[in-house]
C-alpha cells in the first residue's frame, strides 16, 4: 500500500471530524454537499462501489478487500457512461486506491468499514444526454458490520419483478439508476414476509439477488449463473470460484441457472461485499437442504472470512492494510 500523495489534491491532515473526498479534496462530511439541479440526482447518471475495510485488531489495520479489482470494475464502468473522472489522480486505479487509503487514515477507522466512491454526472443541463457533463468522484465511508444474517440461513422468494437486461440498463455496470430495480424487489419481498429475493431474467432463467450474487450447491458442485445472466461481475463471486477450487477442489459451473433448480438444490447461498456470504434456508417457501446452513457453504464461508482477514498469506495481495495505531486513534464524528 502506498500513502504517497499526488501533487494536486490537498493534504490531509488528522481529524476528529468524519471527512469525505469531494470536488478534489479531503473535506469534512458535512460540506461535501451537491445542487439538487445535479444531473446524478435528476438522471441517476452515476456508477459506484461498495467496499468492505475489515479491521485487524492485533495488527492495527483495517484491510481493505480488494481494492484493485473495486476500483478497475469503477473505471471500466466510466467507458459505459462517458463517465470520466475529472482530475488525473482519479483516473487510474493507482490514483483511487491512493485517495481511498488516505481516507481511511483520516477516519481513523477502529472497526469494519464500508468505502463508497461515486462517479457522477454534476453538471446542470437539463437533458439526459450523457455527454458534455462536468464529472465527479466522492468517496466517504462508514461503520458497517453484518448486512445480512449470516447464520441462521435466509428466507427468500423468486421476486415477480424482473432483473433489467442488458440492453436495456446494463446490470455488468454497477450503476446508481439500476437499484430501483433492487429496490422493488427488496421491498415487496419484505411486504410479502421474505427476507429477501432472487430475481429471474427476462427470459425466465436466474439472475442473481436483489443486490448480490447466487451460488447454488448440487451434488457436491457449485453453480452460479453465467456473467452473460444480467449479473453484476461480482468481485466477491469471483474470490468463491477461485477459494472453492484451490482450498477445497470445489469446481463451478457458471451457466444458465432455471428456476427450479432453485428448489432442488442441497444448498444455496448469496455472496457480495456487504452480503458477504449468506446460506439460503429455503426459496418460496421450499426448504433447501435440512434449513440450516449446508457444510460446502459453511466451508465456503470459513474460508472467506480468513481471506478477507488477511490470514491465508496466498491471497495477501487482495489485501490493502492501513494502519490505525491506537495512539492516534480518536473516533470520527466526536
Ligand atoms: N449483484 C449486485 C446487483 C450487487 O449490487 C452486488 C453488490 N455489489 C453484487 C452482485 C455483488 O458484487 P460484489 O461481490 O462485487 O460486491
Redesign the pocket.
Known amino acids: 500500500m502506498t500513502q504517497a500523495m499526488t501533487s494536486s489534491t490537498p493534504m490531509p491532515t488528522q481529524t476528529t471530524t468524519e471527512m469525505a473526498y469531494h470536488e478534489g479534496r479531503f473535506c469534512p462530511f458535512s460540506e461535501a454537499n451537491i445542487s439538487i439541479k445535479t444531473h446524478a440526482f435528476l438522471y441517476g447518471t452515476a456508477i459506484f462501489?461498495?467496499i468492505r475495510g475489515y479491521w485487524l485488531p492485533a495488527s492495527e489495520e483495517v484491510c481493505l478487500f480488494r481494492l484493485r479489482e473495486?476500483y478497475q470494475?469503477l473505471l471500466d464502468n466510466t467507458k459505459l457512461y462517458y463517465l470520466k473522472p475529472t482530475r488525473p489522480t482519479e483516473q487510474t486505479v493507482e490514483g483511487l486506491i491512493d485517495l481511498t487509503t488516505q481516507l481511511v487514515t483520516l477516519n481513523q477507522h477502529q472497526q469494519d468499514i464500508y468505502v463508497r466512491p461515486s462517479i457522477y454526472k454534476t453538471g446542470l443541463n437539463i437533458t439526459p444526454s450523457l455527454e458534455n457533463t462536468q464529472t465527479e468522484l466522492c468517496i466517504w465511508t462508514h461503520p458497517l458490520g453484518q448486512y445480512l444474517d449470516l447464520t441462521k440461513g435466509l428466507k427468500v422468494c423468486v421476486s415477480n419483478w424482473r432483473r433489467i437486461d442488458d440492453n436495456a440498463l446494463p446490470?455488468r455496470a454497477?450503476a446508481s439508476a439500476?437499484?430501483l430495480n433492487?429496490a422493488l424487489m427488496v421491498t415487496d419481498s419484505k411486504a410479502a414476509g421474505f427476507d429477501d429475493a432472487i430475481a429471474l431474467n427476462p427470459d425466465g432463467t436466474v439472475s442473481?439477488?436483489?443486490?448480490?450474487?447466487l451460488f447454488l450447491v448440487r451434488h457436491g458442485k457449485l453453480i452460479t449463473p453465467a456473467k452473460t445472466d444480467n449479473?453484476?461481475?461480482?468481485?466477491?463471486?469471483?474470490?468463491i470460484v477461485t477459494i472453492a477450487k484451490n482450498e477445497l477442489g470445489i469446481d463451478t459451473e457458471q451457466r444458465s441457472v432455471d428456476r427450479t433448480e432453485l428448489y432442488m438444490c442441497d444448498e444455496a447461498f448469496f455472496?457480495?461485499?456487504?452480503?458477504q456470504v449468506a446460506p439460503i434456508a429455503s426459496v418460496d417457501n421450499r426448504t433447501i437442504g435440512d434449513g440450516t446452513m449446508g457444510p460446502i457453504t459453511q466451508q465456503i464461508q470459513d474460508l472467506y472470512f480468513r481471506v478477507v482477514r488477511n490470514e491465508l498469506p496466498q491471497y495477501s495481495h487482495w489485501c490493502t492494510r492501513v494502519h490505525v495505531p491506537s495512539q492516534n486513534h480518536s473516533p470520527v464524528g466526536v
Open positions: 462501489e461498495g473495486h470494475r446490470p454497477k439500476n437499484y433492487t442473481e439477488g436483489s443486490a448480490m450474487n449479473i453484476l461481475e461480482g468481485i466477491t463471486r469471483d474470490t455472496c457480495g461485499t456487504g452480503a
